[in-house]
């Protein structure tokens, strides 16, 4: 089946700093990724709609310049976030279309800033 | 209100009981109805989807969907200590509409 493979699973970063999270799709191509994110007993949150060679649809109230989305190649989308703040320690999770109507996700980033 | 309601338990069964989980919608619109289950830590994986009203079966899982009630059920047979995890339903107007709409998860628990 299809296999979206989201890493780093765990990270740790200094407040100011930026961080990337990288989501490939293993064995198919992925021409939309969708980023989301997830606090804790709460439902996932959608935050940008990223698709392959343009720009990011993102979600309203999400910045988009502090979660910088590429999606340079059919394979792989990145989130980056850029000067990252203690209220942005979350879950993070990708996913990508795939088949008539499905949606496979990545295992998902914890992401603590300290 | 909250497009998708569901309620976050925790539910607490023992091994061998039939779960019920639920969601209601507000959304008329909504066509397609899926049903995910996430184990701590990881991201979601899909367990049963149905296109508009009517029952859908696999194994122990059965999905059902009431679009006249707004209301969407999944059911459990047989639980295992394995099925110990949270269930989110989502929902989307449209295949072409990509956004799919979350309830809030509901956890499970299935003891021995």
């Known amino acids: 089946g299809a296999v979206v493979s989201q890493h780093p699973s765990r990270v740790i970063c200094k407040s100011g700093t930026s961080v990337k999270i990288e989501c490939r799709s293993l064995?198919?191509?992925?021409?939309?990724m969708f980023w989301y994110r997830q606090f804790p007993k709460k439902s996932l949150m959608l935050m940008a709609t990223?698709?392959?060679?343009?720009?990011?649809?993102?979600e309203q109230g999400v910045e988009k310049d502090k979660f910088l989305i590429n999606h340079a190649s059919l394979t792989l989308s990145t989130l980056t976030v850029t000067s990252a703040h203690p209220e942005d320690s979350s879950f993070y999770i990708c996913?990508?279309?795939?088949?008539?109507?499905?949606?496979?996700f990545g295992s998902g980033t914890r992401l603590t800033v300290v | 209100q909250k497009e998708v309601e569901q309620d976050p338990g925790p539910l607490s069964v023992p091994e061998g009981a039939i779960v019920s989980l639920n969601c209601t919608y507000s959304n008329s619109a909504f066509q397609y109805f899926m049903w995910y289950r996430q184990y701590s830590r990881k991201g979601p994986e899909l367990l049963m989807y149905t296109y508009s009203s009517g029952n859908k079966e696999d194994g122990r899982f059965t999905a059902q969907v009431d679009k006249s009630s707004k209301y969407i059920s999944l059911f459990i047979r047989d639980s295992q200590p394995s099925d110990s995890a949270t269930y989110l339903c989502?929902?989307?107007?449209?295949?072409?509409?990509?956004?799919?709409?979350f309830g809030t998860g509901t956890r499970l628990q299935v003891f021995p």
């Open positions: 990223s698709n392959e060679g343009s720009k990011a649809t993102y």
């Open positions: 996913s990508a279309r795939t088949g008539t109507y499905g949606y496979t």
């Open positions: 989502a929902m989307s107007a449209s295949e072409g509409t990509d956004k799919l709409i």
């Open positions: 064995d198919f191509q992925a021409t939309t």
